[in-house]
């Protein structure tokens, strides 16, 4: 039971350059999201999914777009790379979005913008 | 100021020891209050999830809630080296968009042998 996957795991891209980071999850869950974490920052919210076709900006949701086409999946695209963008990036799901539930994140992206 | 303050540390503390870690938080609608681990270079997991005021205990660990102060806490009994990681409190609340988190910015913990 793999639970949230991401790929890649590092990426190293140019400025104006654009890019799709992958998650795939295999919980069944309606809700996904992508959260971004930066030093002295925290996570923070740029895009989530309550379900297929359902998708919806958080905090930081410029220069990022979400598509949610299957349940499983959830990409997240850069859509001009800039240097504000380096940052890890997580993927998130929890099986609640209604409250009261932990989410299961996967093991990140480190993405690297020069 | 930010919703959720938690000071980032780092915090050393001799193997065996009893930890500390804290967060204060401004928005009295949070509903859910979590704690997560998070080792270097990994996703943050789950470790304690409370909805309510007072005390939970799981094995070494116990979360308090104190919802009239606005301040969370998680005690870590008898501390181990694999203890070492970056401490996360999170809270949530219901809205228009579903159940979203708010997390504070990280304790860095080091248990020393």
């Known amino acids: 039971n793999a639970g949230v996957t991401q790929t890649p795991k590092f990426q190293v891209l140019k400025t104006g350059q654009s890019m799709t980071l992958q998650c795939a999850q295999d919980?069944?869950?309606?809700?996904m999201s992508w959260y971004r974490q930066d030093p002295g920052m925290g996570l923070r919210l740029i895009h989530y999914s309550v379900g297929a076709g359902i998708t919806d900006q958080g905090e930081v949701p410029n220069g990022y777009n979400v598509s949610r086409s299957t349940t499983e999946d959830f990409p997240l695209r850069l859509l001009s790379a800039a240097p504000s963008q380096t940052s890890v990036y997580f993927c998130a799901t929890t099986g609640g979005y209604t409250g009261g539930y932990g989410y299961t994140f996967g093991s990140g992206t480190r993405l690297t913008v020069v | 100021q930010k919703e959720v303050e938690q000071d980032p540390g780092p915090l050393s503390v001799p193997e065996g020891a009893i930890v500390s870690l804290n967060c204060t938080y401004s928005?009295?609608?949070?509903?859910?209050f979590m704690w997560y681990r998070q080792y270097s270079r990994k996703g943050p997991e789950l470790l304690m999830y409370?909805?309510?005021?007072g005390n939970k205990e799981d094995g070494r660990f116990t979360a308090q809630v104190d919802k009239s102060s606005k301040y969370i806490s998680l005690f870590i009994r008898d501390s181990q080296p694999s203890d070492s990681a970056t401490y996360l409190c999170?809270?949530?609340?219901?809205?228009?968009?579903?159940?979203?988190?708010?997390f504070g910015t990280g304790t860095q913990l080091k248990v020393e042998l």
């Open positions: 928005n009295s609608a949070f509903q859910y």
């Open positions: 999170a809270m949530s609340l219901l809205t228009g968009g579903g159940n979203k988190l708010t």
């Open positions: 409370t909805y309510s005021s």
């Open positions: 919980m069944n869950h309606e809700y």
